[in-house]
């Protein structure tokens, strides 16, 4: 069966630009989570959705991070005005029980 | 911010033998999870252990929690040279449903 894939898996852009990183859960899965993995690091908690409703954003760093969930399934999450400091690996991960969660392959995104 | 640390930060050992890893943490848990992250790769859930659990097995896999302590540890046994990876320990604390990720174990299993 289909897991969680994410997309673009590379996203090079220049510092300044705007992005938008697209997961597609598992089908039928309530919860979606982001995170955020530096290298060498464990991934940081961004924020997550149950269905449609963001349920906690405090892992966002600043007001240029959002996300969205519109229709319960796919999620964007969405960076303004790229910095340098944003150049990371972020990852999406799906659950329905609100123990294991299903990762993604991530989008490893470079700012220039 | 980071919840747990893992011990050691790296650990090389020749195929067949057992490694442990360990994981602290700073607060009261509901579970503690440990996962795996192949190079280049996603991760992937390796075993779920409840704070009011002390041990589970899972295949080579076994987990202990010593919530007294806030530390947990991972044995593989009998690895292999497909185990190397980094392993991460994870916990969810109180209301939160998100995972707080230690800075995790990278295992070199050498043939």
């Known amino acids: 069966g289909a897991g969680v894939s994410q997309s673009p898996r590379y996203k090079v852009t220049k510092r300044g630009q705007d992005v938008a990183l697209r997961c597609d859960p598992i089908?039928?899965?309530?919860?979606l989570y982001w995170y955020r993995q530096a290298l060498g690091q464990g991934p940081e908690f961004l924020t997550y959705?149950?269905?449609?409703?963001?349920?906690?954003k405090s892992g966002l760093p600043n007001d240029r991070f959002s996300a969205e969930r519109p229709e319960g399934s796919i999620s964007t999450l969405t960076i303004q005005r790229t910095e340098q400091r944003d150049s990371a690996m972020y990852r999406c991960?799906?659950?329905?029980?609100?123990?294991?969660?299903?990762f993604g392959p991530g989008t490893r995104l470079t700012v220039l | 911010s980071q919840q747990g640390e893992e011990d050691p930060q790296a650990l090389s050992i020749q195929e067949g033998e057992n490694a442990t890893m360990n994981c602290s943490y700073k607060t009261s848990i509901n579970n503690l999870q440990w996962y795996r992250q192949n190079s280049g790769r996603g991760l992937v859930h390796l075993i779920l252990i409840r704070s009011n659990e002390r041990e589970k097995h899972s295949g080579r896999l076994r987990v202990t929690l010593d919530t007294s302590k806030k530390s947990s540890s991972l044995l593989i046994t009998a690895s292999r040279a497909a185990d190397t990876a980094s392993y991460f320990c994870?916990?969810?604390?109180?209301?939160?449903?998100?995972?707080?990720f230690g800075s995790g174990t990278q295992l070199t299993v050498l043939p």
């Open positions: 994870a916990t969810v604390a109180g209301s939160a449903r998100q995972l707080t």
């Open positions: 991960a799906s659950s329905d029980n609100y123990n294991e969660q299903f």
């Open positions: 959705f149950n269905y449609e409703a963001q349920q906690d």
């Open positions: 089908s039928g899965h309530v919860s």
